[in-house]
């Protein structure tokens, strides 16, 4: 391989090997040991309070669902929940959050016009995916700024 | 293996006939494909269904019922054809689905006084579209408008119905009053959302040579054109609708219907646009940011908010979408084009640099678009398969529709969005790099391209933000 060739493909070579340890690197946090929580979540058109929801992995998780208003439900995206009740009445359920990452609420009873789109979160451990994907853009600029060779 | 051949010999004849535009590959030229290009029944019938659809839809949204979820109108325009359109349409066809929308239809037949004959004499005033409202900046209003309204929009059947009324008023008054498809080109905000995101598609209608056309003094294809395009005078696809008239109209077989590289009309040879075009791709992130945040962020007082039109809090949430859309984001690019300016060492006035780098913004906009309709669509899919499987809502349970399972989408889609945002971002800031190095003269094209891709990466960060974080 000539000189010029070789500085030419290092750069690149050194940025796809960022890539991958962005995309791969094992994140460090320290893992904190499970315990109970509960949440008491007031819905109402089209709102949950609290809307966000942050846990460990591992920890045990109880939902109370509170509507105000109207009927509302909550289910959560990849986990088997699926909550419903009426005004002034209380559903809950207790699950384990064992799978991390972030994932959607959504309201499961049509409740009114802006029901598709009740939503909240529950974020089980550190946002990883949000994380990578902005190491993986600061990636992409240094190689989009990289020096041309011709 | 025949395939290939075929697909060999027709690039390289494609390419031996216009030396200066290589990679191209021209499907008009394709034996078995022609005749459905030369003739104007597939488009004719497709569009033709397409507007039963569009009546029925009407009526659905009118009678049907109020909540949104279960009114087919809502469910076939929000969540199945808008899908398609960011998806599928735009991405790979340009402006694809202007050659079979049904909205211009009746307009355009009152216009040309028949159904298939083409553009031949023209009924109406035949008025030229006035100098003023050329450009896009009626096409930016009616987005801004749509954004102001869009949490009742696409949850009223109602509104939608009326919506898709008065786009079809529009585009009959226009055609009455004003030449070839004057609605289509200045006023139609899906015409706005696609045309310039059409520049990124990689399919493209264009001449094969340049002399056979300076020799025809006829110029029969721009006679021809719907769109009022001369196919030798296109520097881009955004005002082309793929209706294929100019195929049909030139008698030299000089047009070619090819397809090309994505992002063909991007970039440095392809300057310099106007500021009008720039607004409305800053419009367009905009937009794509606050419907991010109204439909699928947790947070319930903005969708209240957008919902109550009228009320005070919708004042406040039209206030913040408008400084969003008029001050914030125009600012912010604004600031990157003047440190550009001084970077590049460019003498060009501030506003045309800001128009040329605005180019930089249409990958990142449209990929915005695409992530966000992943996630607001693909956890209602089943919205669909339900209508599908029950359309006149009779309590019908059509066979394999009804249980269709798409828990899966779920799990795919955080990671999807993700990967769509950086691929457009990584485009973006390639682009933005090419257009530094066109500007540069003796100064470092790294430093000059830095501010327009900061700005790519601060918003590609906020939409990640609020989509996967
Ligand atoms: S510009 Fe609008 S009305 Fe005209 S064909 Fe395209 S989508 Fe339809
Ligand atoms: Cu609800």
Not at chain 1, 61 to 66: K, R
């Amino acid at each position: 391989m000539t000189k010029t060739s070789l500085h030419a493909v290092l750069p690149w070579l050194v940025l796809a090997l960022l890539a991958a340890l962005v995309l791969l690197l094992p994140l460090p946090v320290a893992a904190a040991a499970p315990r109970a929580r509960r949440f008491r979540i007031e819905a109402s058109q089209f709102a949950y309070s609290p809307a966000v929801l942050r846990v460990n992995p591992g920890d045990q998780v109880t939902i109370e669902l509170a509507p105000q208003d109207v009927v509302h439900g909550l289910s959560i995206d990849s986990y088997p929940v699926d909550l419903q009740a009426d005004p002034g009445q209380v559903a809950s359920l207790t699950f384990t959050a064992d799978r991390p990452g972030v994932f959607k609420l959504r309201c499961s009873v049509t409740c009114g016009n802006m029901h598709p789109f009740m939503t909240g979160k529950l974020q089980v451990g550190p946002p990883t995916l949000l994380w990578r994907s902005l190491g993986l853009a600061l990636v992409a600029l240094a190689a989009a700024l990289l020096p041309r060779f011709k | 293996m025949k395939g290939v051949a075929e697909f060999d010999l027709a690039m390289r004849s494609a390419d031996a006939r216009r030396g200066w535009r290589a990679r191209r590959f021209d499907l008009a030229a394709l034996p078995w494909l022609r005749p459905f290009i030369e003739s104007r029944w597939p488009l004719f019938v497709t569009r033709s269904l397409a507007l039963a659809g569009l009546v029925f839809t009407i009526l659905a949204g009118l009678l049907g019922p109020r909540v949104g979820s279960h009114n087919f109108a809502i469910i076939l325009v929000w969540i199945a054809w808008w899908t398609a359109l960011k998806l599928v349409f735009i991405p790979l066809g340009g402006r694809s689905w202007c050659s079979v929308c049904p909205l211009p239809m009746p307009g355009e037949w009152l216009q040309q006084g028949n159904l298939l004959g083409g553009l031949q004499k023209p009924h109406g005033l035949g008025l030229r579209w006035p100098k003023k409202l050329r450009g896009a900046w009626l096409q930016s209003g009616a987005f801004l408008l749509i954004g102001l309204f869009s949490a009742v929009t696409l949850t009223d059947g109602r509104v939608t119905a009326w919506v898709l009324l008065a786009l079809i008023l529009a585009s009959v008054g226009l055609s009455l009053v004003f030449e070839r498809r004057a609605f289509c080109r200045y006023v139609c905000p899906i015409g706005g959302f696609t045309g310039p995101y059409a520049r990124f598609a990689p399919v493209e209608v264009r001449v094969k040579s340049s002399s056979v056309c300076a020799a025809h003094s006829e110029k029969t294809c721009y006679q021809a054109c719907p769109w009022g395009q001369y196919p030798l005078a296109m520097r881009d696809s955004a005002q082309c609708g793929l209706c294929m008239e100019c195929l049909r109209a030139c008698p030299s077989d000089n047009i070619a219907l090819s397809l090309r590289p994505f992002g063909s009309d991007l970039g440095a040879a392809h300057q310099p646009r106007g500021l009008d075009e720039a607004f409305l791709a800053l419009v367009m992130l905009g937009s794509a940011l606050a419907f991010s945040a109204v439909f699928t962020g947790p947070w319930g007082w903005l969708k209240s908010a957008a919902y109550q039109v009228g009320s005070l809090p919708w004042l406040g949430y039209s206030a913040g979408f408008l400084a969003l859309n008029l001050l914030l984001l125009p600012g912010l690019f604004a600031a990157a084009a003047w440190l550009h300016r001084r970077l590049s060492g460019s003498p060009a006035q501030l506003g045309k640099i800001f128009a040329q780098q605005a180019q930089a913004l249409y990958p990142l906009g449209l990929f915005t678009w695409m992530a966000f309709t992943v996630s607001f669509a693909f956890p209602k899919f089943y919205l669909v398969a339900e209508m599908l499987a029950d359309p006149l809502g009779l309590g019908w349970e059509l066979p394999g529709l009804a249980a269709l399972d798409f828990g899966w989408l779920q799990q795919v889609g955080p990671g999807l969005q993700a990967a769509i945002l950086l691929a457009g971002l990584a485009i973006s800031l390639r682009l933005a790099r090419q257009l530094a190095q066109a500007s540069v003269t003796n100064r470092s094209p790294v430093l000059a391209a830095l501010p327009v891709s900061l700005f790519c990466v601060v918003y590609t960060g906020w939409v990640l933000w609020m989509l996967v974080g």
